[in-house]
């Protein structure tokens, strides 16, 4: 049996930080943003409000959704790039907030690719039958390392976590294959520098449509499926065109890709379970649903996984 998604939870702080906010901020439009990325507002965090929390709301409602409770968890994995401190990790400060008694726990330092190795590596532990249930979260306050006079980041970061519970689910559900990788030369295109994001766009930009597409139809020819089997496609949210060049390189309509950008920005890896929770809401993932999902970021990283949706 495959591991699959027994449960999701997401969480997107309360203060909205819209275009027409920025224009007050840097030298930019809000028809410069929204055509250029297709982001009309964001989530920030508030001050005081630290990853570990946007983390622990959305853990908790997945463990809820699951149906399990924290001390069934074997293993807690945290993708994020902007961890409460160095260290403790922000795993570990989830699993005394959980009270997760019972579980391991460490981050994940991919970027944007961080929920595609989080699952990948949960499915790991799971079909090995070292653990049942093992707890992902992708959260990102990158408000607190983005440089709000650099008009070239400050318009594209969001923060906000999403959390999956990972375990055993029934037989031709789950993940059915998955790709991750790295190229490290190219980690000066997206870096953090002193205390801020600094990023060559237009580099990460080419990068990111060739290995969307690429990632994308090399897990659905490793499942044995073909692009008309697919029913949604989960992009990692940076850019509007970029996520509509993976889309048509798959041949696939509009309503067949997951949007919700406009309404986040990006939040790096959080991105794909805010996406993937508000599809499953609203009925457009159902159950033996065949989802890909595909992610890229500093490092540089990516990963894609296709999924048989349901328990
Ligand atoms: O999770 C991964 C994180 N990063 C990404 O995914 C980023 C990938 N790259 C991108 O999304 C795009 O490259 C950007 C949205 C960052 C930039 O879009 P672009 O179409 O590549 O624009 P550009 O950098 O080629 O700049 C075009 C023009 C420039 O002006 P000139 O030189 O043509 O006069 C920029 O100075 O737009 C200007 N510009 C802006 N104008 C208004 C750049 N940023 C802004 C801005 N507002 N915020």
């Avoid at 409460?84 to 726990?105: C, E, M, W, Y």
């Avoid at 992902?136 to 969001?158: H, I, M, Q």
Wanted: glycine fraction near 10%; include cysteine; charge should be negative.
């Amino acid at each position: 049996m495959n591991a699959g998604i027994i449960g999701l939870g997401t969480y997107a702080p309360e203060q909205v930080l819209t275009n027409e906010d920025l224009e007050k901020k840097v030298d930019t439009s809000d028809e410069w943003i929204r055509t250029r990325t297709g982001i009309e507002e964001r989530r920030i965090a508030r001050p005081e409000e630290d990853t570990s929390d946007m983390a622990l709301a959305a853990a908790k409602e997945a463990i809820k959704d699951a149906g399990i409770s924290a001390d069934q968890i074997g293993l807690i994995l945290v993708a994020t790039v902007t961890p409460d401190r160095p260290f403790p990790s922000v795993a570990t400060i989830l699993q005394d907030k959980l009270g997760a008694t019972n579980a391991a726990a460490m981050d994940i330092s991919a970027a944007c690719a961080g929920f595609m190795y989080g699952l990948v590596t949960a499915k790991q532990f799971v079909e090995s039958n070292a653990y049942s249930h093992v707890l992902v979260v992708g959260v990102e306050k990158l408000s607190k390392v983005t440089n709000w006079e650099d008009r070239n980041t400050a318009v594209l970061f969001g923060d906000g976590a999403g959390a999956a519970i990972v375990s055993k689910v029934s037989e031709g559900r789950g993940i059915l294959s998955f790709e991750l990788g790295a190229n490290g030369s190219g980690g000066k295109y997206l870096l953090q520098d002193g205390s801020y994001i600094t990023m060559n766009g237009r580099e990460v930009f080419k990068f990111a449509v060739r290995q969307m597409g690429e990632s994308a139809v090399n897990v659905i020819e490793k499942a044995g499926l073909s692009k008309e089997d697919i029913d949604m496609l989960i992009p990692h949210q940076a850019n509007i065109r970029i996520m509509d060049a993976s889309r048509e390189r798959l041949a696939l309509p509009v309503e067949k890709m997951s949007k919700t950008i406009h309404k986040y920005g990006n939040t790096s890896s959080a991105s794909i379970p805010l996406s993937l929770k508000e599809e499953v809401i609203n009925g457009k993932v159902k159950d033996d649903d065949i989802i890909v999902m595909v992610g890229f970021g500093g490092g540089l990283t990516w990963g894609a996984i296709t999924l048989k949706w349901g328990k």
